[in-house]
């Protein structure tokens, strides 16, 4: 996907107010700028689903119909859904929205679960949450073949931790596990956290790590469990990796795919040439709705071959 005029431009604006985060007023100071943002899209899902709450044992999971479904629950094509927010952040009417017009475009129910974040709750209570929800819709007669899996950023790690935990549980897999611009190497392992520093425009490495001492407290970056790109891919359902080129996230994309071949899983990427970290995410650029419906293309895919 060739990078679109207005994208170019995003990144031009966010590479002139980029600033590194390493204290705690200014997680404060972010987080009421990002409550700000998301109220534009106050409103949205709701025009697209009909919503409501399910609550879990610490958290509540938003459960989106599309207007004019009518399977029973627990019947058909279900979506969950893990936000970003580098584990420490929720912007719940922005995935809302993307997850409302996910769902209509394939036809299914999306389950988006507002997970406890650090550092008020670190490793392992987000983990623990999004399992649990998996859990909740096993229980509710949901099959895992009708399942997908989708993350973005700190999502994506959560898309790569609850694979490894239903595999180990016994658990059946989902169809399809979609990862966009997805998080899961704490250890900063990849040669893009620095051979892209300066060039993401949204992140500083900095702030990965301050947001590493928020979430991870006394836990080793090498433990696969806080670390979920460490851990074997063995046994995955078909994998689908997004990421930027220029983005310091890049190699946890890349280094996925390449555990995924050698684990012999189905694995699809996209590599987009110089957008933002979690195009998807930004609804308002062109690039977004062609990087939307790859997902949507490959959930479908998978859906119809399980």
Not at 4 to 12: D, M, Q, W
Not at 87 to 105: D, W
Not at 112 to 127: F, Q
Not at 277 to 285: E, I, N, T, Y
Request: proline letters at 6%; aromatic letters at 10%; hydrophobic letters at 45%.
């Amino acid at each position: 996907m060739k990078q679109s005029i207005r994208s170019r431009l995003l990144n031009f604006v966010l590479m002139l107010i980029r600033r590194p985060i390493w204290n705690q007023a200014q997680l404060h100071v972010l987080r009421k700028r990002m409550a700000g943002l998301d109220k534009r899209a106050e409103g949205k899902a709701e025009k697209l689903c009909l919503i409501r709450a399910q609550s879990l044992s610490h958290c509540d999971a938003d459960i989106l119909q599309p207007l004019g479904h009518v399977e029973a629950a627990g019947q058909g094509r279900h979506i969950l859904f893990f936000h970003g927010g580098a584990y420490c952040l929720r912007s719940p009417h922005t995935y809302r929205a993307m997850l409302a017009g996910l769902c209509v475009n394939v036809g299914a129910v999306g389950i988006l679960p507002d997970y406890r974040l650090a550092p008020e709750y670190p490793h392992p209570a987000g983990i623990d949450d999004c399992f649990e929800s998996y859990r909740m819709l096993l229980d509710m007669g949901v099959a895992a073949k009708d399942i997908a899996f989708c993350g973005d950023s700190a999502g994506g790690g959560l898309v790569l931790s609850v694979l490894a935990m239903a595999r180990d549980a016994g658990l059946p897999l989902p169809a399809s596990a979609s990862l966009l611009s997805p998080a899961g190497d704490w250890g900063l392992n990849g040669a893009s956290f620095y051979e892209n520093e300066g060039r993401d425009p949204l992140f500083r490495l900095s702030s990965f790590l301050f947001f590493r001492s928020l979430y991870l407290g006394d836990y080793q970056t090498t433990d696969p469990a806080v670390s979920p790109l460490l851990a074997s891919f063995e046994g995955y359902p078909p994998m689908y990796f997004s990421a930027s080129s220029t983005e310091l996230l890049r190699d946890v994309a890349t280094e996925g795919v390449a555990k995924a071949q050698a684990a012999g899983v189905d694995v699809e990427m996209d590599l987009w040439p110089g957008h933002c970290h979690d195009v998807q995410l930004m609804s308002f650029l062109p690039d977004s709705r062609i990087a939307l419906n790859k997902v949507c293309d490959f959930m479908n895919k998978h859906w119809s071959a399980a």
